[in-house]
């Protein structure tokens, strides 16, 4: 925050209620802005009382006259994707406004996916796209469709000769049709994790985590490249602005490896109408550089370069996959009825005996880890390494943080407490 503009620059903003968050005075009539800095709360007869060096009372701006004002939220686990997935069709099973204030409604059943998915195909075509040119759409959630999950033969049903890509609402997971499958030659035979297979032992279309959606060549490679994007980073803004958040925090998308990634983030985030403030924290998630070493020191030499809006120093690392994916690691006895083609415990998306290895790296440079553990038993796992961290190298006020933890046990909320651990709970 900026040092406070000048006596005359002081402006009282009177509102049908102001919330304040302090108990001691929980609401108030009008709000009293010196510069860009608050400078109190009370009434407008109160807020008259601050000496100006200009003639006169202090203007009263009454454009919130009507509105209730809360303070900005504080967004500590999102995704610059969430920008840039609205260059593609949306196909998620509730409505949902996009940054531009465009409302879609909501896909609630596989018919309604599958129209809309071959609404875009032909309008694609219309447009003189080759047939070779994928069609990608985003927010499928199968949870919320009963019986069985949406495959490549449904997809199919939208074309057969078309590539299509659906990112689904985790993100942990992309549904591709037969053409996909084939253009990228992803067989029974590949060793990669995440590969669903039917009871024919054959490729049945989901593709479960990272390393199974990168099969998926240049639709994966062209998903990158949207969040990437200045547009995607405005949008990003804008859906926070719009939700009455005034910090956001991309956890995990950005590679602040990569200089001219980071310059686009200097470049949006600064600009005086960029709407947010925004935390960009170090991952390897998306590719890039994946040293933990070298991550470190540019994780470390990045946070001094900070700006007023724009923060580094944190990390991000993800050890599992997600809940309604079956994805995510859980404590015996496992899943209840997992879908056919789905591991019986979910993938390690960090190799076990890495993590305090890994978490080190981050630790001795200053950096705060954000673990992503949706299941009990990557949030054991992360909490060991966090252990063993802190009896090598002991350090103040840390705050290595379990992100998600939707099954921590009370054990080991006690455990991450007597570590000085945070938790960010996925609701």
């Not at 109160?46 to 009507?66: C, H, M, N």
């Not at 465009?102 to 447009?127: H, K, N, P, Y």
């Not at 499928?140 to 078309?162: C, K, N």
């Not at 980073?233 to 602005?241: H, I, L, P, Q, V």
Request: aromatic share 8%.
């Amino acid at each position: 925050m900026s040092d406070a503009g000048t006596a005359g620059d002081i402006r009282i903003y009177q509102a049908r209620r102001v919330v304040t968050m302090n108990p001691a005075q929980p609401s108030a009539e009008a709000v009293a802005v010196d510069g860009d800095r608050i400078l109190a709360v009370g009434s407008v007869a109160e807020l008259q009382g601050w000496p100006t060096e200009a003639d006169g009372p202090i203007p009263v701006d009454d454009r919130f006259a009507d509105h209730v004002l809360v303070p900005g939220f504080i967004e500590a686990h999102s995704h610059v994707m969430a920008g840039g997935m609205w260059s593609m069709p949306y196909v998620g099973y509730f409505d949902r406004r996009g940054a531009d204030g465009t409302l879609w409604s909501g896909c609630t059943g596989f018919d309604e996916v599958i129209d809309r998915l071959a609404e875009a195909e032909s309008a694609m075509a219309a447009q003189g796209a080759g047939p070779a040119e994928p069609l990608m759409a985003w927010g499928l959630d199968p949870i919320y469709f009963d019986g069985e999950r949406m495959l490549a033969r449904h997809l199919d049903r939208v074309s057969e000769t078309r590539p299509i890509f659906v990112f689904h609402a985790s993100g942990h997971l992309a549904t591709v049709n037969t053409a996909m499958l084939t253009r990228s030659e992803i067989t029974a035979d590949d060793p990669t994790p995440g590969i669903s297979l039917d009871d024919a032992g054959q490729p049945d279309g989901e593709l479960q985590e990272p390393a199974a959606m990168r099969l998926a060549g240049d639709a994966f490679v062209r998903l990158g490249t949207m969040m990437h994007t200045e547009e995607a980073m405005w949008n990003y803004a804008r859906e926070a602005r719009n939700a009455g958040a005034t910090l956001i925090t991309d956890l995990g998308t950005s590679q602040v490896s990569d200089t001219e990634q980071v310059e686009r983030w200097r470049k949006a985030v600064d600009d005086p109408d960029y709407p947010s403030r925004v935390m960009v924290a170090v991952s390897s998630m998306m590719g890039g550089l994946n040293d933990p070493s070298q991550l470190a020191a540019i994780g470390a030499d990045i946070k001094d370069t900070a700006s007023e809006k724009l923060r580094f120093g944190i990390v991000k690392i993800v050890l599992d996959g997600s809940i309604q994916g079956f994805t995510a690691r859980i404590s015996w006895p496992h899943y209840y009825r997992a879908p056919d083609g789905h591991p019986g415990n979910g993938l390690w998306l960090l190799a076990p005996d890495q993590v305090a290895d890994i978490v080190e790296a981050f630790h001795v440079a200053g950096l705060t880890v954000h673990a992503h553990c949706n299941g009990d038993e990557a949030s054991e796992v992360f909490i060991d390494a966090v252990e063993q961290v802190l009896e090598r190298h002991p350090r103040w006020d840390h705050r290595h943080t379990v992100q998600h933890c939707q099954l921590t046990t009370k054990a080991q909320y006690k455990r991450m407490a007597a570590l000085g651990m945070c938790a960010n709970i996925f609701s």
